[in-house]
C-alpha cells in the first residue's frame, strides 16, 4: 500500500513539475510575442535618372555615382502565427548620392564644363516590414522581409550643390515626402542581427530646380532647368533585439 501511495505521489509531482514548466514555456512565449530592437549601419545610395533637361534640350551621357551614408533605427517586432512577424520601424538616414555628365558632343550647348549634382537627403523614414523565418532553430535564425517605407524630408538638413552649368546659384527643392519599396533578408544569432536590404524609389524626388536669371547669361537663362530622379538604396546594418 505505501509503494502504491508512493507511486501516486511521484506521479502527481512530476504532473506538477511538467505543468509548471509547460506554464513558463507559455510565459516566455507570450512574452516573445512583441519584441524591441535596434539597429545602426551604413547605405549606399544610387540616384537613378528618369530626366535631365535644359527646356527641350536632354542632358546626355549620364553618370550615377554610389555615395556611403548612415542609418540609425529603433523597431518593434510583433510575432505572428508560426514563423511570420509584422515590423514596424523608425529611422533616422543620412543618403548622399551624386550625379556626373559630359559637357562633350551632344551636352556642349547645354553644360558649361563637365557638370556634377551632389545631394545629402536627411529624412525620419517609417517602413512597415512582413517578414518569415525560414530558418528558426535557436540560437540562429534567417528571415525575409518586404514592405513598403515613407520617409519625411528634414528640409534643414538636406541640400543639393550644382556645379559645372551655365545657369548660377541652382537651388534643388526635395519634395516632403517620399516613398520606397523595401526587401531584404535577416541573419541572427541569439539576439545579434545582421540586416542586409534593398529599397527601390517609387516617385520622382525632386519638386523643382530653380536658379539665378538675373546673374546668369543669355540665352542661358531664358528656359527652365527640370529634373526627375528616384533614389535607390542598399543597406547593411546590426543591431540587437530583445
Known amino acids: 500500500m505505501k509503494r502504491i501511495y508512493m507511486y501516486i505521489l511521484s506521479a502527481l509531482f512530476a504532473a506538477y513539475s511538467a505543468n509548471l514548466h509547460a506554464q513558463d ?4 512565449e507570450k512574452k516573445q510575442r512583441v519584441s524591441i530592437g535596434i ?10 535618372i528618369d530626366k535631365i533637361c535644359y527646356g527641350e534640350q536632354n542632358i546626355t551621357d549620364i553618370q550615377n555615382n554610389y555615395k556611403v551614408g548612415y542609418i540609425a533605427t529603433l523597431f518593434t517586432r510583433v510575432n505572428l502565427v508560426k514563423k511570420h512577424f509584422i515590423q514596424p520601424e523608425v529611422s533616422y ?10 559637357n562633350l558632343r551632344e551636352n556642349a550647348t547645354i553644360l558649361e ?5 551632389k545631394t545629402k537627403i536627411t529624412s525620419l523614414e517609417v517602413p512597415i516590414l512582413y517578414g518569415y523565418k525560414f530558418i528558426d532553430s535557436s540560437p540562429y535564425g534567417m528571415s525575409f522581409f518586404f514592405g513598403p517605407k515613407i520617409a519625411w524630408t528634414i528640409k534643414k538638413q538636406t541640400s543639393s550643390e550644382y556645379s559645372g552649368f551655365y545657369q548660377k546659384n541652382i537651388t534643388e527643392n526635395i519634395k516632403p ?14 539576439n545579434v542581427f545582421f540586416d542586409f536590404r534593398y529599397e527601390i524609389g517609387c516617385n520622382n524626388i525632386t519638386k523643382s530646380v530653380s536658379y539665378d536669371k538675373t546673374l546668369t547669361q543669355e540665352p542661358y537663362n531664358e528656359k527652365e532647368i527640370m529634373l526627375e530622379r528616384r533614389k535607390n538604396i542598399l543597406s547593411f546594418s546590426v543591431g540587437a533585439i530583445f
Open 177 to 190: 515626402f517620399n516613398y520606397s519599396a523595401v526587401f531584404g533578408i535577416g541573419v541572427n544569432i541569439s
Open 39 to 48: 539597429k545602426g549601419g551604413f547605405n549606399s545610395t544610387m540616384m537613378f
Open 113 to 117: 564644363d563637365n557638370a556634377l549634382i
Open 93 to 102: 538616414a543620412v543618403s548622399h548620392g551624386s550625379i556626373s555628365m559630359s
Open 25 to 28: 514555456i507559455m510565459q516566455h
